[in-house]
């Protein structure tokens, strides 16, 4: 891992803290993290540098350039992120900065095709948070996450694509034969095409105390905050591949792992469940669930889990648990808008549209094309569409394919 070149000083009980913690994880930009509550060196600094005020999140940087309670626009800018495009009409805008979204912009560039990315986290999307990908075709020694998404940012800018980072599409529309998207920092684009390259998210568990914890004591991503628990005990909720992979993942750190799985087996690959049920530092406890995360200013002290078949209840004090039981589709922004989804709320397109009583608007005359939504020249590509398979490979297929799909429409319109 590089050296930090950025300094953080805050406290485990600070939301700002945590919100600037995690536009820096999202980034994978390295830091050093001081909690000035344990740290009485970072306490002074912090106190020195605000005229005896103890503010925070305080953040250094290797210029020696200081930013107190920054902003995520002030932070985004202070790292030299793009946020704003040069110009406010292309002919297509890509959503999603993914493996799906990234191929569809490198191969669109490439035909000559005007492309803006919008991404709201860093480039790579899911693909670039995991540690190493084995099974990504020509990577014969596999690749570590994190290259192969700045491999694929590259190659779409050297064919030309305009990419922005940090900055979120809340709105997505149509009208007049142009589609538009609104960005949270009230900004509008319009695009002759629209791809939705959103992909998805890890799921919460939704039990008492979760929210309160995120980001200090409970977490969805080992690469990003596995190495925060180095020589300690943690606990990892779930039962299917992701769990068991991660548990062992996270053995690269910490010095055990419990893993509560709800059900009476671990699901998955035979590999990967024989791993981790045989692995000395794996503790596995089945048909177990989180009844409730409980601590004190901000930060996880304990965890009471309970035994689905007897109902007793047992108080564990992990320094951390990593949840890891499914995703669900990055779809929220198209809420209000006739882009139709399946009940998992995942995007529809193609012939999946026409199983529907009412054909949408816009197809009387033809059909969607295969990755077309239900807004003709709005697509959608990688693990956000229904039936999409959620790996890397099918990702930047499907964003491959529904940018050459994407150049018909043009043609014919
Ligand atoms: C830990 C982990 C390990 C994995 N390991 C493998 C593996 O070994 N092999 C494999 O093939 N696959 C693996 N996968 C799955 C693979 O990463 C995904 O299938 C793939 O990344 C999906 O690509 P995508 O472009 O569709 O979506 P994503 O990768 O999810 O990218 C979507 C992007 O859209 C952005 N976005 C969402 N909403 C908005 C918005 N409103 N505005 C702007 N941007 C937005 C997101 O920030 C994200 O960057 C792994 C996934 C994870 C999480």
């Not at 002759?192 to 995120?214: D, K, W």
């Not at 889990?305 to 929220?332: C, D, K, L």
């Amino acid at each position: 891992m590089d050296q930090p070149g950025i300094t953080l000083y805050g406290a485990h009980w600070c939301p700002d803290c945590r919100r600037s913690k995690q536009f820096l994880g999202e980034h994978q930009i390295p830091y050093r993290w001081v909690d000035i509550e344990q740290d009485p060196a970072g306490e002074k600094y912090v106190l020195q540098k605000n005229g005896g005020k103890r503010i925070i999140p305080t953040l250094e940087f290797p210029d020696g350039s200081i930013l107190v309670e920054p902003t995520t626009a002030e932070l985004a800018a202070k790292l030299g992120l793009k946020t704003k495009a040069r110009r406010s009409h292309y002919d297509l805008l890509v959503v999603g900065g993914g493996p799906a979204g990234l191929t569809a912009a490198l191969y669109a560039a490439r035909e000559g095709i005007d492309t803006l990315v919008i991404e709201r986290a860093a480039m790579g999307g899911q693909a670039a948070t995991t540690e190493h990908l084995d099974n990504v075709p020509g990577f014969d020694e596999g690749i570590e996450g994190s290259l192969f998404g700045e491999r694929l940012k590259h190659q779409a800018e050297r064919f030309g694509a305009e990419l922005l980072q940090a900055q979120e599409v809340v709105r997505v529309s149509s009208h007049d034969n142009y589609t538009y998207v609104d960005t949270a920092d009230g900004g509008r684009y319009s695009g002759c095409a629209l791809l939705l390259a959103t992909g998805s998210r890890y799921q919460r568990l939704g039990a008492p105390g979760e929210e309160s914890f995120v980001g200090s004591g409970i977490h969805y991503c080992a690469t990003c905050d596995g190495p925060f628990y180095k020589g300690l005990p943690v606990a990892v909720v779930g039962g299917g591949n992701s769990a068991a992979e991660e548990s062992l993942f996270l053995l690269n750190y910490v010095e055990r792992v419990t893993l509560l799985v709800r059900g009476e087996e671990l699901k998955g690959s035979q590999v990967i469940r024989e791993k981790a049920s045989n692995h000395p530092q794996i503790d596995l406890r089945f048909r177990t669930e989180v009844a409730e995360f409980r601590g004190e200013r901000g930060k996880l002290t304990g965890v009471t889990i309970r035994n689905r078949q007897t109902g007793a209840t047992e108080e564990i004090h992990p320094a951390a648990v990593f949840v890891f039981i499914g995703q669900s589709p990055n779809t929220a922004i198209l809420k209000d808008s006739a882009v139709r989804l399946d009940r998992w709320g995942y995007i529809l397109t193609g012939h999946d549209l026409l199983h529907a009583q009412d054909r949408p608007a816009g197809y009387e005359n033809r059909e969607p094309s295969l990755l077309e939504t239900s807004i003709p020249g709005i697509f959608a590509a990688g693990d956000a569409r229904a039936g999409s398979t959620k790996q890397v490979a099918s990702a930047s297929g499907e964003g491959a394919t529904a940018a050459l799909l994407i150049r018909e429409f043009l043609k014919n319109t």
